[in-house]
């Protein structure tokens, strides 16, 4: 069972940087792209980014681009996401996505077939 587990996530103030992680138990996690989206209070959940199985390609939201970096350590089973610069905004539950990309890039929900729990980022004004 491919479960992503997230961590990461806590309470920081705009202009503050945190980063994401993402893992599972699951040796072949390297085989899979793995996404990155978030759901802010009262809202749908959105894509932010995500990275393929080499790391090579990563694709990324515009509201997200040039703030966050997606990358991957296939030799520790993680994929990170490195948020800079956090606004307000970007408060949301986060979730790691892992899935099989047959094209690229990938951004679709149901493009990823396994979900984590989600860990939670505020962001403070």
């Known amino acids: 069972q491919v479960q992503p587990v997230e961590s990461g996530g806590g309470l920081v103030q705009a202009g503050a940087s945190l980063r994401l992680s993402c893992t599972t138990s699951?040796?072949?996690?390297?085989?899979?792209?793995v996404g990155w989206f978030r759901q802010p209070p009262g809202k749908e959940r959105e894509f932010v980014a995500s990275?393929?199985?080499?790391?090579?390609?990563?694709y990324y939201a515009d509201s997200v681009k040039d703030r966050f970096t997606v990358s991957r350590d296939n030799h520790k089973n993680m994929v990170y996401l490195q948020m800079y610069s956090l606004k307000p905004e970007d408060t949301a539950v986060y979730f790691c996505?892992?899935?099989?990309?047959?094209?690229?890039?990938?951004?679709?929900?149901?493009?990823?077939?396994?979900w984590g729990q989600g860990t939670r980022v505020t962001v403070s004004s």
């Open positions: 996505a892992a899935g099989y990309a047959f094209q690229w890039p990938i951004s679709l929900l149901g493009e990823f077939a396994y």
């Open positions: 699951l040796r072949t996690f390297n085989t899979y792209a």
């Open positions: 990275i393929d199985v080499s790391g090579d390609n990563t």
